[in-house]
T-cell receptor, first 110, second 118 residues
Framework: QKEVEQNSGPLSVPEGAIASLNCTYS??????FFWYRQYSGKSPELIMS????GDKEDGRFTAQLNKASQYVSLLIRDSQPSDSATYLC??????????FGTGTRLTVIP | GAVVSQHPSWVICKSGTSVKIECRSL??????MFWYRQFPKQSLMLMAT?????????EQGVEKDKFLINHASLTLSTLTVTSAHPEDSSFYIC??????????????FGPGTRLTVL
């Protein structure tokens, strides 16, 4: 099993809907998780970090971490066309190396 | 937030030549920097971890003699692709962890360097 696995999608949602992105991880990573957004041809930008079990909300974004099931998710409420991008889930190893999932391509349809 | 720059943004070179890419932390000191490579439609793959003042740690399968990393100061790391070949064409991205009061877990990414080897 890879350190971090994501459904590569693509995922399409209508404008205003909730987009749900999911990621699972292995025992080889630590308990620090991150969601990055990457536009085509650009480098990733950090959206959310989550370290504790439960939900963490920041504006239209909510990250959810479930340690028992080893998954982390990102919900985007009121999706906008500008949210269309590839979303990367990442997790830290004990050596502080970031391992990325393959990314989920999200398209928000106006 | 913390700003990381890369230079050049893109470079085209002939096969067999060497290319140097710079990564700078502009408003913080970076004790650790990372170099990633991303091929089209694929995720980021960690190449190496660069610690200021010491040798870089390379991931399995990355040739250290081909990808030379130097982290001579707390604000600058360089990646030199030696004897570049077309298969080295990729998007190279660096990131940095800020020391001190900033979250040790958060990596700040540079804008990336697109390398094309003819």
């Amino acid at each position: 099993q890879k350190e971090v696995e994501q459904n590569s999608g693509p995922l399409s949602v209508p404008e205003g809907a909730i987009a749900s992105l999911n990621c699972t991880y292995s025992d080889r990573v630590s308990q620090s998780f991150f969601w990055y957004r990457q536009y085509s041809g650009k480098s990733p930008e950090l959206i959310m970090s989550i370290y504790s079990n439960g939900d963490k909300e920041d504006g239209r974004f909510t990250a959810q971490l479930n340690k028992a099931s080893q998954y982390v998710s990102l919900l985007i409420r009121d999706s906008q066309p500008s949210d269309s991008a590839t979303y990367l889930c990442a997790a830290l190893t004990g050596a502080n190396n970031l391992f990325f999932g393959t990314g989920t391509r999200l398209t928000v349809i106006p | 937030g913390a700003v990381v720059s890369q230079h050049p943004s893109w470079v085209i070179c002939k096969s067999g030549t060497s290319v140097k890419i710079e990564c700078r932390s502009l408003d913080f000191q970076a004790t650790t920097m990372f170099w990633y490579r991303q091929f089209p439609k694929q995720s980021l793959m960690l190449m190496a971890t660069s610690n200021e003042g010491s040798k870089a740690t390379y991931e399995q399968g990355v040739e250290k003699d081909k990808f030379l990393i130097n982290h001579a100061s707390l604000t600058l790391s360089t990646l030199t692709v030696t004897s570049a070949h077309p298969e080295d064409s990729s998007f190279y991205i660096c990131s940095a962890i800020a020391g001190g009061a900033r979250s040790y877990n958060e990596q700040f990414f540079g804008p990336g360097t697109r390398l094309t080897v003819l």
